[in-house]
């Protein structure tokens, strides 16, 4: 798909920089797009690409008619590379295959760009940043790469050291809610708050019915009979199905995160201005009734535990199942 500057949305302070840098003729040859997941810097470097090799470009925006822009648009130009683990993480053997690619001229293109997205989670081993480092030292002059990275992850400072960063930023709720097709627009600005301005995250977590999950989760812990035969069975459900959400379960965790934070707020002296994410569910006061303050701490312990365990992917059955019947019996 041809991307163009104009359809990206927000990020004023990144599009300014690298309109700039293009204006002014002073681009680098490796940038850093860091910033949260799902804003746009994925899609930025994909504008970028097609902006600096439209044939007829007008400011910042492609003609959409070369040749150039033509092969963007069928996502085919030779001259594109994007650079995605294979399995866990980008293998050493990825990047000496693109070194021994950028040894040649590129096939068409003016500027040849190499996209390598969430460098945070894809440089798994040592090896395989330091490896890379020398490319990022000197790029061939035709050439620029690209690499985006999580803010919250962990990036090697030498791979920062050899980039010019482009800060990208969460979206207003607002301009995230107008992306999303929820036609129920309280539910639309929970999404958005719940995916912290990221339209990436939101989208996800409408696809996957986040919100009903979410319904679903919070009758299980509001429940208020211990001694209920089926809340046993509810839970094993409940774990079985977010078990299935696979690579988006850790999102699950968010989720509970923002809920049990809006009950401990609740409980608090914070002025009832204090945002809450989850403003949308009515029982909320009744909620934070049910643990006490070091309780929620607790469970807030207890989801970071969940989350260190499927990041080292234990049996995600059996890692949601301990983390529910653990949330009740804090509340117990
Ligand atoms: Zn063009």
């Known amino acids: ?13 990144a599009k300014h920089l690298l309109d700039t840098a293009i204006r002014n003729d002073r681009i680098s040859h490796a940038y850093l797009f860091k910033g949260p997941a799902g804003v746009g810097k994925k899609m930025t470097a994909h504008a970028l690409a097609a902006l600096l090799n439209c044939h007829a470009p007008q400011g910042m925006t492609v003609c959409a ?8 648009n069928s996502g085919n130009h030779p001259d594109f590379h994007l650079i995605e683990p294979e399995g866990a993480g980008i293998k050493i053997g990825q990047i000496r295959e693109l070194q021994k690619n950028l040894a040649f001229p590129p096939f068409e293109a003016k500027t040849r760009v190499i996209l390598i997205p969430d460098i945070h989670d894809t440089m798994g ?7 890379l480092l020398k490319t990022l030292e000197e790029p061939p002059a035709d050439t620029m790469l690209i690499l985006t990275g999580d803010e919250a992850g962990h990036i090697l400072p030498t791979i920062l050291s050899r ?8 979206l207003p709720l607002e301009d995230v809610a107008a992306l999303l097709t929820h036609e129920d627009r309280q539910r639309a600005m929970t999404l958005a708050a719940i995916a912290e301005g990221s339209p990436g995250r ?3 977590q409408e ?4 919100l009903d999950t979410r319904q679903a ?23 079985h199905q977010s078990a299935e959400l696979k690579d988006d379960a850790e999102e699950l965790l968010d989720l509970l995160t923002s809920w049990i934070r809006d009950l401990i707020i609740l409980r608090s002296d914070a002025p009832r201005s204090t945002h809450l994410i989850n403003q949308d569910l009515a029982n909320l006061p009744e909620a934070a009734e049910s643990w006490s303050t070091s309780a929620m701490m607790k469970c807030l312990d207890a989801i970071a535990t969940a989350r260190q365990q499927l990041k080292r992917n234990c049996n995600r059955t059996l890692v949601f199942e301990v983390l529910f019947f653990a949330l009740l019996d804090e509340k117990w």
């Open 217 to 239: 989760i919070i009758e299980i812990l509001t429940s208020t009979d211990k001694n209920s035969p089926s809340l046993v069975s509810q839970v094993y459900a409940m774990a």
């Open 1 to 13: 798909m041809l991307t163009s500057f104009d359809s990206i949305k927000g990020q004023e302070k």
């Open 65 to 72: 008619s070369c040749p150039a822009c033509k092969k963007f």
């Open 125 to 131: 081993r040592p090896e395989v940043a330091n490896a």
């Open 207 to 210: 696809e996957h019915g986040f």
């Open 163 to 170: 980039c010019q960063v482009i800060p990208f930023t969460p």
């Open 202 to 204: 939101a989208r996800r």
